[in-house]
């Protein structure tokens, strides 16, 4: 799947069928549905890609300083970019597992 086609599935009611579980929460969140990708980032806490898109979503929150626990946690720097450009970087990411 591209990222352009991913952004697509987005007007759908639905993540894209088969897509693995954390790139349907960056699906959620692109769809405004924090809390449900919130559900599925803090479902394996401790575990690096988990806690990554757990601390973006904290970012994305305005919750600076959970946002930092989460990116130290998955040892990651917070980055000083958009919420959109981590978004996209997170989606491509992932969309090259799938």
Same mark, same amino acid.
């Given at each position: 799947m %591209?990222?352009? #086609?991913?952004?697509k ?5 639905? $993540? $894209? #069928? =088969? ?5 349907? &929460?960056? *699906?959620y /969140?692109?769809? /405004? /549905? *924090?809390?449900? &990708?919130?559900?599925?980032a803090q479902? #394996?806490? =401790? %575990?690096?890609?988990?806690? +990554?898109i757990h601390a973006?979503?904290? +970012?994305k929150e =305005?919750d600076?300083?959970n946002? =930092?626990y *989460?990116y130290? +946690? &998955?040892? &990651?720097?917070m980055?000083s970019?958009?919420l959109? #450009? ?5 989606v ?7």
């Amino acid at each position: 799947m %591209t990222y352009e #086609a991913f952004q697509k599935s987005l007007s759908e009611p639905n $993540p $894209p #069928a =088969g897509s693995p579980v954390l790139l349907q &929460a960056l *699906w959620y /969140d692109g769809k /405004d /549905d *924090w809390e449900s &990708a919130h559900e599925i980032a803090q479902s #394996a806490e =401790g %575990t690096q890609e988990y806690d +990554r898109i757990h601390a973006y979503l904290h +970012r994305k929150e =305005g919750d600076q300083w959970n946002a =930092g626990y *989460w990116y130290r +946690r &998955a040892g &990651a720097s917070m980055p000083s970019g958009s919420l959109e #450009a981590e978004w996209e970087q997170l989606v491509r990411q992932h969309l090259s597992k799938f």
